[in-house]
T-cell receptor, first 116, second 112 residues
Framework: DAGVTQSPTHLIKTRGQQVTLRCSPK?????VSWYQQALGQGPQFIFQ???????QRGNFPDRFSGHQFPNYSSELNVNALLLGDSALYLC???????????????FGSGTQLSVL | QKEVEQNSGPLSVPEGAIASLNCTYS??????FFWYRQYSGKSPELIMF????GDKEDGRFTAQLNKASQYVSLLIRDSQPSDSATYLC????????????FGKGTHLIIQP
C-alpha cells in the first residue's frame, strides 16, 4: 500500500518564478493538507482540501494556491517566488472531515524547494 | 493566534533513562494534542494524540495533558539511541477542517 507520494523530491527555482508541487494521497484517503516547514521550524499549515474545495487556510498569502482533483490528488502552486519560500513542503492526507481527521494524518516525504 | 512553545534543545538523555519533553500552548480552545517524531531529512510521524486531561500510555510512550495549565508532555521510557530525533508538539481546535499548529520541536539525543 503506497503511502502519501509527492513530486518532485527536490526543486530549484529563481525569484519571481512559479512552481507547482504534486501530491497523491494514501489509498483510501480523500482529504489533503499542505504544510511548509522552514529549516529549524515546525511545519506551518497552508491549506486543506476536501471534496475538491479549499476548506481551511492558514496565514499564507494568495500567492499560494491549490487544487484537488476528482481522484483526490492535489497540487500546490506558488507564484512570484521569494527567497523566503525556500522550505520543505509537506503534503498530508487523511479521510473525512471530522474531529478525528488529524488523528489519521499521514505525511509524505516532502518536496525540498530552494529559491535562488 | 495560536502559539505552541517547545524548548528547542538539544536535550541529552542517557540510554535506558526516561526522556521528558514538554510543550505549552496559548489557545484555551485547543482540543486535541499530538506528538510527532521527525528524523533528520524525513517527514513527521505520529507517535500519539491525547484530548482528555490526564495520562495516555502507548508502549514506551506516555502523553500527559493538563488543560488548566495549558501544558502537554511526552515521556519516553527506556530511551534507545533510535529515539534520537526532533519531537514536534502540535494541536488543533477540534474542527474537522482545522490544520495542525506545530511547535518548533525539541531535538532529543539519546547517548549510548
Amino acid at each position: 500500500d503506497a503511502g502519501v507520494t509527492q513530486s518532485p523530491t527536490h526543486l530549484i527555482k529563481t525569484r519571481g518564478q512559479q512552481v507547482t508541487l504534486r501530491c497523491s494521497p494514501k489509498s483510501g484517503h480523500d482529504t489533503v493538507s499542505w504544510y511548509q516547514q522552514a529549516l529549524g521550524q515546525g511545519p506551518q499549515f497552508i491549506f486543506q482540501y476536501y471534496e475538491e474545495e479549499e476548506r481551511q487556510r492558514g496565514n499564507f498569502p494568495d500567492r499560494f494556491s491549490g487544487h484537488q482533483f476528482p481522484n483526490y490528488s492535489s497540487e500546490l502552486n506558488v507564484n512570484a517566488l521569494l527567497l523566503g519560500d525556500s522550505a520543505l513542503y509537506l503534503c498530508a492526507s487523511s479521510w473525512g472531515l471530522d474531529r478525528g481527521t488529524n488523528e489519521k494524518l499521514f505525511f509524505g516525504s516532502g518536496t525540498q524547494l530552494s529559491v535562488l | 493566534q495560536k502559539e505552541v512553545e517547545q524548548n528547542s534543545g538539544p536535550l541529552s538523555v542517557p540510554e535506558g533513562a526516561i526522556a521528558s519533553l514538554n510543550c505549552t500552548y496559548s489557545d484555551r480552545g485547543s482540543q486535541s494534542f499530538f506528538w510527532y517524531r521527525q528524523y533528520s531529512g524525513k517527514s513527521p510521524e505520529l507517535i500519539m494524540f491525547i484530548y482528555s486531561n490526564g495520562d495516555k500510555e502507548d508502549g514506551r510512550f506516555t502523553a500527559q495533558l493538563n488543560k488548566a495549565s495549558q501544558y502537554v508532555s511526552l515521556l519516553i521510557r527506556d530511551s534507545q539511541p533510535s529515539d534520537s530525533a526532533t519531537y514536534l508538539c502540535a494541536l488543533d481546535s477540534g474542527g474537522g477542517a482545522d490544520g495542525l499548529t506545530f511547535g518548533k520541536g525539541t531535538h532529543l539525543i539519546i547517548q549510548p
